[in-house]
């Protein structure tokens, strides 16, 4: 019998919520406010970057190698918008001592980046970001810490100790606002100088110091308790650590009039939102809308019955993960809003091994992996690493962080936690941190102003931007539509060129741009010679809220630390130069304005002392003639026989515009390789040319030609062309036994492995001398977006003579 009244009670209910859902759909109101939002969906596509370092604790002179996951934020799919990617190294005052661009494609990226010597020790946030990322905010960057050390300088291993202990304690009420005369689930946050929970007992009193409620922190400092304000009076929590001092923190402002919201599972299907409101208000409507990642929204209208109003929500219509509640008063303004978390049904299942639980120095390692699949491969990468008396920091989890952290504010403790317990008290914590961390990627006047939101930060589609400013050598106020030109001295020759705009503001899209390379930015020096130039910094200046953990080092670690020192030092100078530099991608040897129509190798001809005689004894396509007590070129339109040009064409050193002709008439002709001519219009970007004359130099260094003064020169960093992992083999038996050493801590670091159909992939490397256990770290997801991670531990022993 009660079994059967709880099935009538469950069909009533979902009866209820499919009419309030047709209700909704019918109302004008809330059609327009789906398809609103809809609209700001399409044009705030979200990405999220997850990281895979190959460890956390480093050494000044060790490299950090990385893999990056570029997905579609919504859907949790490979991403192919952004091409590039920085990753940083801040520290506790977000200073950067290392940073780095590097490419991604079909979402995929990964890189090196070398600790710099100047690096003193201590704990560092490691961030990564696109650059069309910067537009909602460096709080979903990702982001995670790393400890390094300097052993070549000394330091303080407990630098905070002497400090005075402050806690970072936030209370968090459910749906945003504490309101006089209602009751409301408050959710705390309290954390330690390092970034960790705390365990404290805590009260809540009046401005008369009235006990009100007593609360503790469950798992991480963080729990919740009921609050009823009866006044707009400050309200402060004194919470009492566990060396029995005590600490006041101000709870957020009650407000005399607004909405609380309350959101409960009321069945196992269905989802309660209840919202309140002070008994004495209007009788008026409020609308919900509810999405999971910005997609899928759900719009409903209900009107109040007295105080309260409740909307039910069937749980099958949010995606897995964060979705996002907000309660709308009928002007469509956001007065309440929370975060819901639901478990995702499916994680990727890796399977990892060795064959056997110890290895001999030097020996191969033959590694096995699998991953769950239905028809969707799995990208995998593997870092297999020492794990010694230095205690490292803990990483975050892919999986953890794409459907929790990433959609987050602040820092989170253990994720991982949160998926590895299935219970309904690790559901509960887990509904405190969703209210303690509650964030949102937009604003609301962006979804419902009128207008599409502007962007400052373009996705970068095709290659990195370089964004700066045209200025008035005069007074620097920006130049308008100058022409300007940037070049590189690179082989083949590149050129970019656009026009400023209004504000005096040039971009250029430098595709395979790789490397540290010495540019030229200038003008028409001929016609524009007032003007200078400033380049911005790629680089965001805006940082996340997450504070650096404080730095601990055991100092009885002295010994594990210099043989760690020596280890890595040895490594560095017995490592073949080969895998020491990087290796930019074969690109095409075509200049960038593809096969020239002529082209004169100079060495072939008689050599001439002047580059008059040379350019009009055998140089058909190019025609010199002096006026106005210059030179000029005028070239033969290949189209139109015997007809010439009346403007000089483009014409390149190595690449770089050179205006002014009778610089080149002065070069020396035994200094010049090559003359290459284009004799057509060509248009490049928004300018166009009446033909092209390059002139290339042996080395393409200009040759000692000095450019103008007022020429911009200056070193700038492309994309960080790739290096490769060294890892030796010893298959012979004369490898074996190389007297070389080899105290490799980092086995093996594998950033691109693919599993086949059957999602089975295998690695192989050997082991170093270095006797110890290692850890072996999986991380990986599918093209469907499954994530997942596997870690496992296997010992390496001395070889047995």
Same mark, same amino acid.
């Given at each position: 019998?009660?079994?059967?009244?709880?099935?009538?009670?469950?069909?009533?209910?979902t009866?209820?919520?499919g009419?309030?859902?047709?209700y909704?759909?019918?109302d #004008?109101m809330?059609?327009s406010?789906?398809?609103r939002?809809n609209l700001?969906?399409t044009?705030a596509?979200?990405?999220k970057?997850?990281v895979?370092?190959d460890?956390s604790f480093?050494?000044i002179?060790?490299?950090?190698?990385?893999?990056?996951?570029?997905l579609?934020?919504?859907?949790?799919?490979f991403?192919?918008?952004?091409?590039?990617?920085?990753?940083?190294?801040?520290?506790?005052e977000?200073?950067?001592?290392?940073?780095?661009?590097?490419?991604?494609?079909k979402?995929?990226?990964?890189g090196?980046?070398l600790?710099?010597?100047?690096?003193?020790?201590?704990n560092y946030?490691?961030?990564?970001y696109?650059?069309?990322?910067?537009?909602?905010g460096?709080?979903?960057?990702?982001?995670?810490?790393?400890t390094?050390v300097?052993p070549?300088?000394?330091?303080?291993?407990?630098?905070?100790?002497?400090?005075?202990?402050t806690?970072?304690?936030?209370?968090?009420?459910?749906?945003?606002?504490l309101?006089?005369?209602?009751?409301?689930?408050?959710?705390f946050?309290?954390a330690?100088?390092d970034?960790?929970?705390i365990?404290?007992?805590?009260?809540?009193v009046s401005?008369?110091?009235?006990?009100?409620?007593k609360?503790?922190?469950?798992?991480f400092g963080?729990?919740?308790?009921?609050?009823?304000p009866?006044?707009?009076?400050?309200?402060?929590?004194?919470?009492?650590?566990?060396q029995?001092k005590?600490?006041?923190?101000?709870l957020?402002q009650?407000?005399?009039?607004g909405?609380v919201?309350?959101v409960?599972?009321?069945?196992s299907?269905?989802?309660?939102?209840?919202?309140i409101?002070?008994?004495?208000?209007?009788?008026s409507?409020?609308?919900?809308?509810?999405h999971?990642?910005?997609?899928?929204p759900?719009?409903?209208?209900k009107s109040?019955a007295?105080?309260r109003?409740?909307?039910?929500i069937?749980?099958?219509?949010l995606?897995?993960g964060i979705?996002?509640m907000?309660i709308?008063?009928?002007?469509?303004?956001?007065?309440?809003?929370r975060?819901y978390?639901k478990?995702?049904?499916?994680?990727?299942?890796?399977e990892?091994?060795v064959g056997?639980?110890?290895?001999a120095?030097?020996?191969?390692v033959?590694?096995?992996?699998?991953?769950e699949?239905?028809?969707?491969l799995t990208?995998m990468?593997?870092?297999?690493?020492?794990?010694?008396?230095i205690?490292?920091l803990?990483?975050?989890?892919?999986?953890?962080?794409f459907?929790l952290?990433?959609?987050?504010?602040?820092?989170i403790?253990?994720?991982?936690?949160?998926?590895?317990n299935n219970?309904?008290?690790?559901?509960?914590q887990?509904d405190d941190?969703?209210?303690?961390h509650?964030?949102r990627?937009?604003?609301?006047?962006?979804?419902f102003?009128?207008?599409?939101?502007?962007?400052?930060?373009?996705?970068?589609?095709?290659?990195?931007?370089?964004?700066?400013?045209?200025?008035?050598i005069?007074?620097?106020?920006?130049?308008?539509?100058?022409?300007?030109y940037?070049?590189a001295?690179?082989?083949?020759?590149k050129?970019?060129?656009?026009?400023?705009?209004a504000e005096?503001?040039?971009?250029f899209e430098?595709?395979?741009?790789?490397?540290a390379?010495?540019?030229t930015?200038q003008?028409?020096?001929?016609?524009d010679?007032?003007?200078?130039?400033?380049?911005?910094?790629?680089?965001?200046?805006?940082?996340?809220q997450?504070a650096?953990?404080?730095f601990?080092?055991d100092?009885?670690?002295?010994?594990p630390l210099?043989?760690?020192?020596?280890?890595?030092q040895s490594?560095?100078?017995f490592?073949?130069r080969l895998?020491?530099?990087?290796k930019?991608?074969?690109?095409d040897?075509?200049?960038?304005?593809?096969?020239p129509d002529?082209?004169?190798?100079?060495?072939?001809f008689t050599?001439f002392?002047?580059?008059?005689?040379?350019?009009r004894?055998?140089?058909?396509?190019?025609?010199v003639?002096r006026?106005?007590k210059?030179?000029?070129f005028?070239?033969v339109?290949?189209?139109?026989?015997?007809?010439?040009y009346?403007?000089?064409?483009?014409?390149?050193?190595?690449?770089?515009?050179?205006?002014?002709?009778d610089?080149i008439?002065?070069i020396?002709?035994?200094?010049i390789?090559?003359?290459?001519?284009l004799?057509?219009?060509?248009?490049?970007?928004?300018?166009?040319f009446?033909?092209i004359?390059?002139?290339?130099?042996?080395?393409?260094?200009?040759?000692?030609?000095?450019?103008? #003064?007022?020429?911009?020169?200056?070193?700038?960093?492309?994309?960080?062309?790739?290096?490769?992992?060294?890892?030796?083999?010893?298959?012979?038996?004369?490898?074996?036994?190389?007297?070389l050493?080899?105290?490799?801590?980092l086995?093996?670091?594998a950033?691109?492995?693919?599993?086949?159909?059957?999602g089975?992939a295998?690695?192989q490397?050997?082991?170093?001398?270095?006797t110890g256990s290692?850890k072996v770290?999986?991380?990986?997801?599918?093209?469907?977006?499954?994530a997942?991670?596997?870690?496992f531990n296997?010992?390496?022993g001395?070889?047995s003579l």
């Open positions: 019998m009660i079994k059967r009244y709880k099935k009538i009670l469950l069909l009533f209910l009866l209820a919520v009419s309030a859902r047709s909704g759909q019918d #004008p809330v059609k406010l789906k398809d939002f700001y969906s044009t596509l979200q990405e970057i997850y895979h370092l460890r480093y050494l002179g060790e490299t950090i190698w990385f893999k990056a996951y570029n579609d934020g919504s859907r949790h799919r991403l192919d918008m952004s091409k590039v990617a920085y990753l940083e190294i801040l520290d506790k977000n200073n950067a001592v290392a940073q780095t661009k590097f490419s991604l494609l979402g995929k990226g990964n090196s980046l600790i710099p010597a100047s690096v003193v020790s201590g946030k490691v961030r990564c696109s650059n069309w990322m910067k537009n909602f460096a709080d979903y960057f990702f982001e995670t810490d790393i390094v300097n070549f300088l000394k330091f303080d291993p407990e630098p905070d100790a002497k400090k005075e202990i806690y970072d304690v936030q209370f968090f009420p459910e749906g945003g606002y309101v006089k005369g209602l009751e409301s689930k408050v959710a946050r309290a330690g100088p970034g960790k929970g365990q404290f007992k805590g009260v809540v401005g008369q110091n009235d006990e009100i409620v609360f503790q922190p469950g798992k963080i729990g919740s308790f009921i609050f009823k009866q006044t707009t009076d400050t309200y402060r929590a004194i919470i009492t650590d566990s029995g005590e600490h006041t923190y101000p957020p009650v407000q005399e009039r909405y919201m309350r409960t599972d009321s069945t299907n269905l989802i309660k939102v209840s919202v409101r002070p008994a004495e208000e209007e009788q409507v409020v609308y919900l809308l509810a999971t990642r910005q997609i899928n759900i719009a409903d209208k109040f007295g105080n109003t409740e909307f039910l069937n749980r099958a219509q995606g897995e979705s996002h907000t709308l008063n009928e002007k469509l303004k956001p007065v309440c809003e975060l978390f478990r995702p049904e499916k994680r990727l299942n890796i990892a091994g056997k639980p110890e290895f120095t030097r020996e191969k033959t590694m096995n992996l699998s991953a699949t239905t028809g969707s990208n990468s593997v870092s297999v690493f020492l794990t010694d008396s205690q490292a803990a990483q975050n989890d892919i999986s953890s962080y459907f952290t990433s959609d987050l504010k602040g820092r403790e253990d994720p991982a936690y949160y998926f590895q219970t309904k008290e690790t559901d509960r887990l941190l969703i209210i303690s509650g964030w990627r937009f604003k609301w006047e962006d979804v102003g009128g207008t599409l939101p502007k962007y400052q930060h373009l996705p970068e589609f095709d290659g990195h931007l370089v964004l700066g400013k045209v200025l008035n005069s007074d620097n106020s920006p130049a308008p539509g100058i022409d300007s940037l070049a001295l690179d082989f083949p020759a050129l970019y060129v656009n026009h400023s705009d005096g503001n040039f971009m430098l595709k395979n741009f790789t490397g390379k010495e540019v930015l003008t028409n020096l001929l016609r010679s007032t003007y200078k130039f400033e380049i911005s910094n790629p680089f965001s200046k805006q940082f996340s997450a650096v953990p404080a601990k080092f100092k009885n670690l002295g010994n210099l043989t760690r020192s020596i280890n890595m490594g560095n100078s490592l073949p895998f020491t530099t990087r930019a991608v074969l690109t040897s075509l200049a960038f304005f593809g096969v002529e082209k004169y190798f100079l060495d072939d050599r002392p002047t580059m008059e005689e040379v350019l004894e055998y140089v058909r396509g190019v025609v003639r006026r106005d210059g030179f000029h005028r070239m339109d290949k189209l139109l026989p015997n007809t010439f009346k403007t000089d064409p483009l014409v390149l050193l190595d690449g770089i515009p050179v205006f002014n002709v610089k008439m002065e020396d002709p035994l200094k390789k090559k003359v290459e001519l004799s057509s219009w060509y248009l490049l970007g928004a300018m166009n009446t033909g004359v390059s002139f290339s130099t042996y080395k393409n260094d200009l040759a000692g030609f000095e450019p103008d #003064p007022r020429v911009l020169i200056t070193q700038y960093e492309g994309v960080q062309a790739q290096r490769e992992f060294y890892a030796p083999k010893y298959d012979s038996q004369t490898e074996l036994v190389s007297r050493p080899d105290f490799r801590n086995l093996h670091w950033p691109n492995v693919v599993t086949d159909q059957t089975k295998q690695i490397f050997f082991t170093s001398e270095q290692y770290v999986v991380q990986g997801i599918t093209e469907k977006g499954v997942g991670s596997k870690t296997f010992y390496v001395k070889r």
